[in-house]
């Protein structure tokens, strides 16, 4: 069965300002769509809204993960279906262990599958541990307080490992690049990768800046301004915009 | 075998949950100098505790009701029995146990016959044969664990010496209401360099000799040597009586060390007023580690003197103050020797209309130079109807001293929630892993088997309380 993620027509309120004015896209498995545009384009809203966040109202047109409708599910609900947020700024939840929250995500998502449960809490605990060593991530962040005093560059690595920890169908990345130097854009860039070759992943990559895009080449790219997709292209598109900027369109 | 297996009995409780159909003498409702005679004389008192006890009714009438901390104007004296002595063998009924705290007792896992004892509806036949052999363990290195009763009689001159010295009648009303009329508590004497390993748990010790509201302990830890000492259970302590007023008196010698930690979780209908003070000499520490959950209010204050050079103090306290219940709360720190340190962490949770208070008082004499202490206090606040409020007061009365104070109040954000639930977690468990984040650091300071309890406790009261 091949799976798809079906924006259709998608438009979003917030606090009575209307931000998305009819977005449409398809995202397969596999897939890379780089999300690029100017600051209140829309682009984190996008993120919010297929999320789940309560705070955006949809107004108008529907979002479908395989056949389900994501737009009257939960969050968790939708998590559980296989999608995933890598936050632009992760929040800190102190006193959670990020082991022991981790732990109950990922029997949260894959609840009642049998070929994936762990047989203790050391099993998972070693698989974790396993990941936080492909990703490069220093394996004590895993008994600290969830995101809780950790840097940037800490707090995006480890949306990756929750990346990599709940496999999920589609996944969207909200500036996983920003706030980091070179060598930890590469550093992430590369995790990303290894999840969307892992797990087939469809991704939708919010990004502000091609520098990420030269580690993940997209498949496709969609310019947002003032919420709506104004053009799409391949890769070519992020060079033209580096050139001439979102100008022409606003 | 029994003493390692601790999970099993870290359930069990202070023994103050009896009915008051059962009890071999019952006091009359009211308080005056016949009430208190007759206590001493039924437990055989030497003249010197009945005259402490007389001088500190006298205290106690003349004392005002506190016109701060929670409202207790509806606390009164003249309905309340002084002393209930109980029976060998307990018998009332299950029938008149609360529906909601067996339910309490049903999520907590308490085998029903457990649950038997928590109400206080038979008495636990085990302890004796627990405590025995524990005893001999102790006795081994010369450690007396023993009720305040039995304490008086074998260790008069300790008694004599150390009872009132740190907490006196005229502290406050509680405390003289306390020296007027206590019985039961513990007796604990620790001897020089004695490392005890095992935490004493007063529910060891409770059943024969049932301590009652008006507990009093007196624990002396002598130099060089540590313990840790458990009341109480996360299992709702029943008790037909409104009124605790307990007085905890601790005396940490030259070199030792001390935590006394205590698990409460009264039912909510009662008036938990508690006075407790540890007297700590030079590099002695104490660590009061103070969790409240349970009563319709309390008040309690945990503190220390530090009284000898480089003597260390610490308060860690937690309240969680559901609908009806209001936890005023804190720490007394006060410095009187140089180089001494104290920390207070305080966190409290407020829901359902529910109202938690810090209260602390952190006073540095003039000869406490070089002295330093740290408060923390950390409000939870679950809904827009549950209050939370700080009185902080600092007494420094010397220059080289290091004061510092931090206070913060949350809700429990949308964006922790929504983070969380993004990960799949439903918002009832993405509530509650909050919660008990938000604690983390205070419950792992209790043995391992009351950190599940109290986790489990904790998650209980966030899906709708025991009432």
């Not at chain 1, 220093?138 to 690595?157: I, Q």
């Not at chain 2, 301590?211 to 313990?227: C, N, P, W, Y």
């Not at chain 2, 007023?273 to 103070?290: K, N, P, Y």
């Not at chain 2, 010397?398 to 913060?408: F, P, W």
């Amino acid at each position: 069965m091949s799976s798809v993620l079906n924006i259709k027509d998608l438009q979003v309120k917030i606090d009575q300002k209307q931000i998305l004015q009819g977005i449409s896209l398809t995202v397969k498995p596999g897939e890379v769509h780089a999300i690029m545009g100017p600051n209140g384009s829309g682009k984190s809203t996008l993120a919010y809204t297929l999320t789940g966040h309560p705070a955006y109202k949809v107004t108008q047109g529907e979002v479908k993960l395989d056949k389900n409708d994501l737009l009257v599910m939960s969050p968790d609900e939708r998590a559980q279906a296989g999608l995933f947020l890598a936050f632009q700024h992760p929040t800190e939840i102190p006193g959670v262990k990020v082991q022991n929250f981790l732990r109950q995500a990922y029997r949260a998502r894959f609840e009642g599958q049998k070929t994936k449960q762990f047989g203790s809490v050391l099993a998972f605990r070693k698989h974790l541990e396993k990941l936080a060593q492909e990703l490069q991530i220093n394996p004590e962040l895993l008994k600290r307080g969830l995101n809780e005093g950790f840097s940037g560059g800490e707090k995006k690595r480890l949306e990756i490992l929750q990346m990599a920890v709940l496999e999920p169908k589609f996944a969207i990345l909200d500036e996983i690049d920003s706030g980091l130097d070179i060598d930890a854009i590469k550093a992430v860039a590369t995790g990303i990768k290894r999840n969307i070759k892992k797990y087939n992943t469809g991704v939708l990559l919010i990004t502000h800046y091609q520098r990420i895009l030269d580690y993940i080449k997209p498949n496709f790219v969609h310019v947002i301004v003032e919420g709506k997709v104004v053009e799409s292209g391949d890769k070519n598109l992020v060079k033209k915009l580096e050139a001439d900027g979102y100008q022409k369109w606003s | 075998m029994v003493i390692k297996n601790g999970a099993n009995m870290a359930r069990y409780k202070h023994g103050d949950s009896f009915s008051t159909d059962s009890y071999k003498y019952i006091s009359k409702p009211g308080l005056s100098k016949k009430v208190i005679k007759e206590i001493s004389a039924i437990k055989n008192e030497p003249k010197w505790m009945l005259e402490k006890r007389l001088q500190a009714y006298e205290i106690f009438k003349s004392k005002p009701m506190p016109s701060w901390g929670v409202d207790l104007s509806e606390l009164n004296f003249d309905q309340i029995r002084y002393y209930l002595r109980p029976t060998d063998h307990q018998v009332s009924s299950w029938q008149d146990v609360p529906p909601e705290v067996k339910a309490t007792f049903d999520r907590l896992g308490i085998p029903e016959a457990e649950q038997k004892i928590l109400a206080g509806v038979t008495t636990q036949l085990d302890s004796e044969v627990i405590y025995g052999s524990l005893k001999n363990v102790w006795a081994k290195y010369g450690v007396e664990f023993l009720s305040m009763d039995e304490g008086l009689a074998k260790h008069a001159d300790l008694v004599k010496e150390y009872f009132g010295k740190v907490v006196p009648a005229g502290d406050n009303k509680f405390s003289a209401l306390n020296t007027a009329v206590w019985s039961g508590g513990s007796f604990v004497y620790v001897p020089p360099g004695v490392d005890v390993k095992l935490p004493l748990q007063a529910y060891f010790r409770i059943n024969a000799k049932s301590s009652g509201q008006f507990e009093r302990t007196l624990i002396i830890v002598d130099e060089g040597a540590k313990i840790h000492y458990i009341e109480g259970c996360t299992a709702p302590q029943f008790s037909s009586s409104s009124l605790h007023s307990g007085v905890i008196e601790i005396f940490v010698k030259k070199g030792a060390r001390c935590q006394y930690t205590t698990v409460q979780n009264w039912y909510k209908n009662i008036y938990n007023l508690v006075t407790q003070r540890a007297f700590v000499e030079e590099e002695a520490e104490m660590i009061w580690a103070d969790f409240n959950m349970g009563s319709k209010k309390t008040m309690k204050y945990p503190g220390f003197v530090l009284a000898g050079k480089g003597a260390k103090g610490e308060v860690l306290s937690m309240s969680l103050a559901g609908s009806g219940q209001h936890q005023d709360t804190g720490a007394k720190a006060i410095h009187l020797a140089p180089h001494t340190s104290s920390t207070i962490v305080s966190k409290s949770i407020s829901k359902d209309g529910g109202r938690a208070s810090y209260r602390g008082l952190v006073s540095v004499g003039p000869k406490a130079h070089h002295s330093k202490n740290t408060v923390v206090c950390d409000a939870l606040l679950l809904d827009p109807q549950s209050r939370s409020d700080t009185y902080p007061v600092d007494k420094v009365f010397n220059s080289q001293v290091e004061v510092q104070h931090e206070a913060t109040i949350s809700k429990i954000g949308d964006d922790q929630l929504f983070y969380l639930m993004s990960r799949g977690i439903t918002q009832k468990t993405a509530r509650k892993m909050i919660v008990n984040g938000f604690i983390e650091d205070l419950v792992r300071k209790l043995p391992l088997e009351y950190a599940v309890e109290m986790n489990d406790l904790i998650d209980h009261e966030m899906e709708g309380g025991i009432g």
